[in-house]
Nanobody, 126 residues
Framework: VQLQASGGGLVQPGGSLRLSCSVS????????MAWYRQAPGKQRDLVAD???????SYSDSAKGRFTMSRDNAKKTAYLQMNDLKPEDTAVYYC?????????????????????WGEGTLVTVSS
C-alpha cells in the first residue's frame, strides 16, 4: 500500500494550490483520509480530514480557506488551499486508514491501519 502526495510548490501570499493524495496497492477499503502539516521546528498538526461518506472537519487555521474532498473511485483525496499565508508554509502529509486485502484478519475484524505518504512541500512567500 502506498500513498503519493503531490501538488506542492511555491506560491505567493493570497494564492492557491491543490494537493492530491493517491492511494495504490492491495487495498480492500479506505476509511478516513486526512492532511497533516509540519512546519520547520514544529510538530505535525492535523489540517483536515474526511470520512468515506464525505464529512469533513478542519483545523481553525484551515477553516474558510481550505477544502478537502475525495474521489473514492479514484482512491484519491484532495486539499484545495486558497488565500494562502506565509504561516501555511510546511510539508504537507497525507494520511489514510486502510484495510490491506492481504490481511484477511484485519478485514474480517473491521480494523484499519494508518498509512502515511511522503510529504509535499508548500512554500508561501513573496
Amino acid at each position: 500500500v502506498q500513498l503519493q502526495a503531490s501538488g506542492g510548490g511555491l506560491v505567493q501570499p493570497g494564492g492557491s494550490l491543490r494537493l492530491s493524495c493517491s492511494v495504490s496497492g492491495t487495498i480492500f477499503s479506505i476509511n478516513k483520509m486526512a492532511w497533516y502539516r509540519q512546519a520547520p521546528g514544529k510538530q505535525r498538526d492535523l489540517v483536515a480530514d474526511i470520512t468515506y461518506g464525505g464529512d469533513t472537519s478542519y483545523s481553525d487555521s484551515a477553516k474558510g480557506r481550505f477544502t478537502m474532498s475525495r474521489d473514492n473511485a479514484k482512491k484519491t483525496a484532495y486539499l484545495q488551499m486558497n488565500d494562502l499565508k506565509p504561516e501555511d508554509t510546511a510539508v504537507y502529509y497525507c494520511n489514510a486508514e486502510i484495510q490491506d486485502r492481504r490481511d484477511t484478519e484485519m478485514v474480517v475484524r473491521g480494523r484499519y491501519m494508518d498509512y502515511w505518504g511522503e510529504g509535499t512541500l508548500v512554500t508561501v512567500s513573496s
